[in-house]
């Protein structure tokens, strides 16, 4: 069993376009939804995320900065399952432009259709703490 790197997991986040953004809800329930890495892939263990300010998951990071994120790839060979990830971390609320204009690619104005000037935009940062693999051959802990 051979032990992952950071840049291992970025090669892998390379072909996942999308993962699963997990936040506390109040009252203890966890709610998730998918979220787009945008193609943002030179990993050191942050994950950028746009979001629109008034939407639950921030109200949700506001009162509990703890997430997970989940990612699962396509197989790499016949018959052998694909690659999945788990990050868990603490998010950040970015509201700067200089960073919406870092991480925003073309391809998101499908939901911004302003780019970095849609009104209500704000950028999720999660800064993972432990990531987790598994790809049907190997399996073990990142620390970030």
């Not at 997990?22 to 998918?34: F, K, L, M, N």
């Not at 979220?35 to 509990?64: C, L, P, T």
Request: charged share 30%; aromatic share 10%; proline share 3%.
């Amino acid at each position: 069993m051979a032990t992952w790197t950071l840049s291992d997991i970025a090669e892998k986040m390379a072909d996942i376009d999308f993962c699963m953004l997990a936040t506390q809800e109040a009252g203890s329930s966890v709610t998730s939804r998918p979220m787009s890495n945008n193609g943002d892939v030179e990993y050191d263990g942050d994950s950028w995320f746009f979001a629109y300010e008034q939407s639950a998951k921030i109200r949700q990071i506001e009162a509990d900065d703890n997430v997970t994120l989940t990612f699962a790839g396509a197989k790499r060979l016949l018959g052998a399952p694909g690659v999945f990830l788990s990050a868990e971390g603490k998010a950040e609320l970015v509201r700067d432009k200089a960073a919406f204009d870092a991480h925003y690619h073309k391809e998101l104005d499908r939901w911004f259709p302003e780019g970095t000037d849609t009104p209500g935009m704000i950028l999720i940062k999660v800064h993972a703490r432990k990531i987790r693999y598994w790809d049907g051959e190997d399996e073990g802990t990142v620390s970030v």
